[in-house]
């Protein structure tokens, strides 16, 4: 009775001791298992109420709005040169003189002509009115020769006088001239401006030439602006400056002149962390491409509406030019919200209850920070801008244990296999 017992006891201990066992691995072995799965999470915005652009970006160089290279009329020897690079000269200023010796010479000689073929016409006039008194004193009462050789004397004296008229007119125009030469030998400036180059020395030769100007529409490669003579002096109008940009000729198309613009100077020191900026309008455009690198591009010339302090010709600068824009009351949604199909623009959105309705809607100007909506919707609106699908799995970890027991009489043990229940037996015993 009492071995009974003892079995009976031992046994109930062995299922006790096997049930925390297969607890224990599902519970120690493998914590963690778990199963997740989830919605598509609904990504959403509002219609907003504001300005929409587009815009451009290209960059280029500073020039200035014209530039004159002023030279002396005539030719000669450099006497003075009376400015210097980098200094500022006002319109009619003295810039430079030549040395007047042979041109006061050739003025002189000049007068001197015109009084002589004036006095040679007085003197033609003169034979004229004497040929005249002497063919009407004779009359009738002459012979036929000496009425021929009267009206002779008075045909000679005739061209006489429209010879010494031809040279009085000639002594005129060159007397003229030599002045004009004499009045160029002191060169003024053209223009109010900045001198950007001096090309002349005392001394040095000076080829005459009649001065040149340009326009600042710079090379959108080098930025420089060109002139058709290197000239004594050349000065640059800096009352007003540009930029010419090279736009490519995919956003040509978008470019018109009166275009609002804003112009970054990086070489400017930055205003309180800043870049300096100004704004400018789009004055002109090439009819003509230029190409480099197979690239096509467009120079495009803006117009600073302010010099910013510290800015010089030839820095660097870039350019956004505002291409279309709305008013500053239009709606606008982010261009993710927006499906078009079939020339029908659509948008979704959210109720305050969660459902969701698909709304035709009118666009405006697609914008670099949303598209204009000009129908269909209203400000505040949650609009759908897209979905991210979540993922459904099940993960968990599995280990290896051993576990050791005894019993009043004998022993059970066992070691628990991967991932499965621990094996092992338990052999009864005693008395």
Do not use: C, H
């Amino acid at each position: 009775m009492n071995r009974s017992r003892r079995i009976v006891v031992n046994t109930s201990l062995a299922v006790v001791a096997l049930g925390a066992l297969v607890g224990g691995y599902f519970l120690v072995a493998n914590p963690f298992a778990a199963a997740s799965s989830a919605s598509a999470t609904q990504l959403t915005s509002t219609v907003k109420e504001g300005a929409v652009s587009s815009s451009i970006t290209a960059s280029g160089s500073i020039a200035p709005v014209r530039e004159v290279a002023a030279s002396f009329a005539v030719s000669g020897t450099i006497a003075t040169v009376d400015t210097t690079l980098g200094a500022t000269v006002t319109a009619g200023q003295v810039i430079g003189t030549l040395d007047t010796t042979d041109l006061t010479a050739a003025v002189t000689k000049a007068t001197n002509a015109l009084t002589a073929a004036k006095a040679q016409l007085a003197s033609a006039k003169s034979s004229v009115t004497a040929a005249t008194a002497s063919a009407a004193a004779g009359g009738n009462n002459q012979s036929s020769s000496a009425q021929g050789s009267s009206s002779a004397q008075g045909s000679t004296a005739q061209q006489q006088v429209t010879a010494a008229q031809s040279s009085v007119s000639d002594a005129t125009d060159a007397l003229a001239t030599a002045t004009a030469n004499l009045a160029s030998a002191t060169l003024t400036a053209p223009i109010t401006g900045l001198v950007t180059a001096v090309n002349g020395t005392v001394g040095g030769s000076a080829s005459g030439s009649t001065s040149s100007s340009s326009s600042g529409t710079a090379s959108a490669g080098s930025g420089t602006t060109t002139t058709t003579s290197s000239g004594f002096v050349t000065i640059a109008d800096v009352s007003s400056m540009t930029m010419t940009a090279a736009i490519a000729e995919a956003d040509i198309a978008s470019v018109t002149v009166g275009q609002a613009a804003s112009v970054t100077f990086p070489a400017l020191p930055a205003v309180d962390g800043t870049d300096v900026t100004a704004t400018a309008k789009v004055t002109a455009i090439s009819p003509t491409a230029t190409t480099s690198n197979s690239v096509v591009t467009y120079a495009t010339t803006l117009t600073l509406d302010a010099i910013p302090a510290g800015l010089r010709l030839g820095q660097t600068a870039s350019a956004t030019i505002t291409t279309a824009s709305s008013t500053a009351t239009a709606l606008y949604v982010p261009t993710a919200a927006i499906t078009t199909a079939n020339g029908t623009s659509t948008v979704r959105v959210v109720s305050s209850s969660g459902t969701t309705t698909t709304k035709t809607v009118t666009l405006g100007v697609v914008g670099d920070s949303g598209t204009e909506i000009t129908s269909g919707l209203k400000v505040g609106q949650t609009v759908v801008i897209g979905t991210v699908a979540a993922t459904t799995g099940t993960t968990g970890t599995t280990g290896t244990g051993t576990g050791t027991g005894t019993g009043t009489r004998g022993n059970f043990g066992g070691t628990g296999g991967t991932g499965g229940a621990p094996t092992g037996g338990f052999p009864g015993g005693g008395n």
